[in-house]
């Protein structure tokens, strides 16, 4: 069980303070500036986390194991970040820019995981899209 919820908790910690980092964010500062240095912090820290928790401490060795999802991921990343500086910036508010982008994200999944990982569309996924929708209503007047 604890397999299971651990990471859910991680995800969730660490995006309550992303979104509290991302509002924070100088809006004198260029958000390109700004995720330049955030990029440099967590490349020293996962260079850092590579070396304590690695095996084998090869780390070209691991490198040449990527493929180009870890270079897509870079890019995406990006996307994620500036979007989220830009919607702060752009006066979105905390309580609804998250919960708008992830109730989007959530019917993208299901409808992407059914088309290109042939994952099966539930009747309560369904009702759970439609719930969402009436969600995004509701918080959008």
């Known amino acids: 069980m604890w397999n299971l919820l651990y990471p859910i908790l991680i995800i969730v910690l660490s995006n309550t303070f992303y979104n509290i980092c991302a509002k924070s964010t100088p809006r004198e500062i260029n958000g390109f500036a700004a995720l330049f240095l955030t990029y440099g912090v967590a490349a020293l820290v996962s260079l850092c986390a590579f070396f304590i928790t690695a095996k084998q401490k090869n780390l070209p ?70 719930a969402c929708a009436g969600g995004l209503l509701l918080i959008s007047l």
């Open 61 to 130: 060795a691991e490198l040449a194991k990527a493929n180009w999802s870890s270079f897509a991921l870079g890019l995406v990343i990006i996307g994620l970040e500036i979007g989220y500086i830009l919607a702060y910036r752009n006066g979105w508010q905390m309580n609804t820019v998250s919960v708008t982008a992830n109730i989007s994200l959530a019917v993208i999944l299901v409808i992407v995981a059914a088309v290109f990982y042939k994952e099966q569309i539930t009747i309560r996924q369904l009702c759970g899209i439609a």
